[in-house]
Structures are given as C-alpha cells and as structure tokens.
C-alpha cells in the first residue's frame, strides 16, 4: 500500500509538471500557432499520459434520470450540457445528442484540418520526423503503429479517409483550445470523478465518403477497449448528415444496459462486429435511430453503445466528423495510448 501511495505521488508530481509547461505552450501557440509548438505539445501530452496515477477512484453509475420520459436519445443545447445531463443521458438512455455545440465559423475551420491533414504529403512519407504542420508523427507513438490514415485513406490524391489526431499537430492544439471553450476538462472531471484523457488511437479526425454496399459493421468500442475502463466519446458532425440527407451518417441503439453483446456469429462481417441478426432482436426492445445532423451538432455515448455508420439511399456526398474518445485517467486503456489534454 504504501509503495502505490509512493508512486502514485511521484506520478502525479511529474504530471502536474507536464500539465504546466502544457499550458505555457497553449498560451504561446494561440498568439503564434507555429507548428513548432504545437509539435512539442503532442510529444508531451504522449508522453504525459505514461504518468498517469494507477490507484482506483471512487465512482458512481448514479444520475436524476432527468430523462426517463424520452424515447431514443435526448436532445439538449450546448448551454443546457453538463456533467448531470451528460450522465443523465448515458447512463438513463444510452446517449445525448447536444444540438449547435459548435458553431459555423469554427466547424469550417476543423473541415479545412481534416483535409489539409488528409492531403499532406507527408501523411503518406517514411520519414515523420519534422514539424510539418499537418501531418507528423510523435517519436512517441508507439513503435510499428499504424495510423487509420495508412490503412484507409486510398491512393495519394485521395481527400477521403482518417488521421489521428495526434499526427496533426496543429489540428490537436485547436481542438484543445475549443475543448477548454466549452469546459470539458472540468465536466468530465465531475463527470469520471477524477481527470480525462485522450488516446492516441481513439481521437480522429474523419472524412467519410459514401460507401453504397461497403461492410459497416455494428460494433461496440467496448469489444476491443475492455468493460473495466470509464469512457465518454464525444462525436461532432462537421458536414450535414444522417437521415433524409445526401452524407451517410450514423445508426445507434439508444440502450442503457452495460453489457457487450456477442460478436462473429448471426451473419457478422468480421469476428469484431456484431451479427445483423442479432441487432434485429435487439431492436425489438430498444429504439434503433438514424439522427439528422446539422454541422456542428453532436452526440455523446461510451463504450457499450451500439454503432455503425449508416448507409442512406441518397449518399453522394463525403461526411467530415470529429471523435474524440475521453477516459478517465486512472482506468485508461494503456493499448489506446493514453494523452493529456
């Protein structure tokens, strides 16, 4: 006991050193935004999140049930959006959509990131050592992994696919900076009863194409993270999509049970993803929803939450989003690569 209690403030000590210098380079990078500091921000937020404290935090399930009346997922505002409803709605109804989070100016400014992250030459380059502004990767990245841009992003021309978002440095400092404009660290304290992280591998930014016939499989982020974490994922639409829309957008079902359904088998595309059989008894007893998005718009849920993304007739349109996976940090998955923010 008294070696954990030794580590565990040896570890926050050097953790609150990081979150410090942190917080000089923001300040300096909102003046300046050189792609410089923005490079030595990802490298320490890595590099941080090996620092984090490993003893238990007390926590509760426990919320008003605000939401007990509505059927599918609650819709609230950006200024109703706290930590209460943000529980409320996850763990009453398995998600909150937030309506207006972002505002125009702002969601054309991560559009413009997510394709200049996705056009950078050095996106496709083996050599990711320099401080390119849109696409360089963190020497603490862990070793041979392969960033979604790599596996899904087509040939060299292609303006469709996946970055994350620590290989685009100046798009992580601007999503920190609009993270703290809407509170979240703070939030998400209350909401984990202790301090958020990102991950390497689960904050992404995205440009999805219309994909008629392609596999979509149903998932949980909880099949491959584990049950034994605390997450909270923050999704935000940038484009126009959903139902009666021409960009596909999302399918979840609205469900408040903690349990990880089984994978592989009822006519299932991958050993991952949930079987379309199995969905259908599912949906007999939990509302399936398709939302319209509005750009800007956004919709929270964690780890156990149903998902694919939707096929729609009409598609003829790419959908830009962004995913930021939060975790709190003493039970973030270490495979995720866990990162300050």
């Not at 999140?49 to 509760?60: F, I, R």
Request: glycine share 8%; with cysteine.
């Amino acid at each position: 006991m008294m070696d954990n209690i030794f580590d565990n403030s040896g570890r926050r000590s050097e953790l609150n050193d990081i979150q410090r210098h942190l917080q000089h380079l923001q300040e300096r990078f909102r003046a300046d935004e050189l792609p410089e500091q923005a490079a030595e921000m990802i490298d320490l937020r890595i590099l941080g999140g090996t620092k984090l404290p490993v003893a238990p935090v007390p926590w509760s399930p426990d919320h008003d049930d605000r939401f007990k009346a509505e059927v599918g997922f609650p819709e609230i505002t950006r200024s109703q959006l706290s930590a209460a409803a943000l529980k409320a709605g996850i763990f009453g109804q398995g998600g909150i959509i937030v309506r207006g989070l972002m505002d125009g100016d702002t969601v054309n400014n991560f559009k413009a990131c997510i394709s200049n992250s996705l056009k950078s030459p050095q996106r496709f380059s083996e050599d990711q050592s320099g401080s390119e502004s849109w696409f360089r990767r963190s020497e603490y990245v862990a070793k041979g992994a392969k960033g979604p841009a790599r596996i899904r992003g087509g040939d060299l021309s292609s303006d469709h696919g996946s970055v994350w978002a620590v290989d685009s440095p100046i798009t992580a400092a601007r999503l920190v900076d609009f993270y703290a404009q809407l509170g979240l660290r703070e939030m998400l304290h209350d909401y984990f009863n202790e301090a958020a992280v990102l991950s390497v591998r689960k904050w992404v930014l995205r440009s999805v194409p219309p994909m008629k016939g392609g596999n979509k499989g149903w998932h949980q982020d909880g099949r491959f993270m584990g049950q034994n974490i605390k997450s909270v994922n923050l999704w935000v639409a940038l484009s126009e999509c959903g139902e009666g829309t021409e960009s596909p957008g999302l399918e979840l079902v609205a469900d408040n049970r903690r349990q990880i359904h089984e994978t592989g088998t009822c006519g299932a595309w991958f050993d991952w993803t949930v079987g379309p059989e199995l969905v259908e008894k599912i949906v007999q007893e939990r509302p399936l929803v398709c939302p319209h998005f509005q750009p800007g718009d956004a919709i929270f849920f964690d780890h156990y939450c149903l998902h694919r993304t939707a096929e729609g007739p009409n598609d003829t349109l790419p959908r830009f989003a962004l995913e930021s996976w939060f975790f709190a940090e003493s039970k973030a998955p270490a495979k995720q690569q866990p990162v300050l923010f």
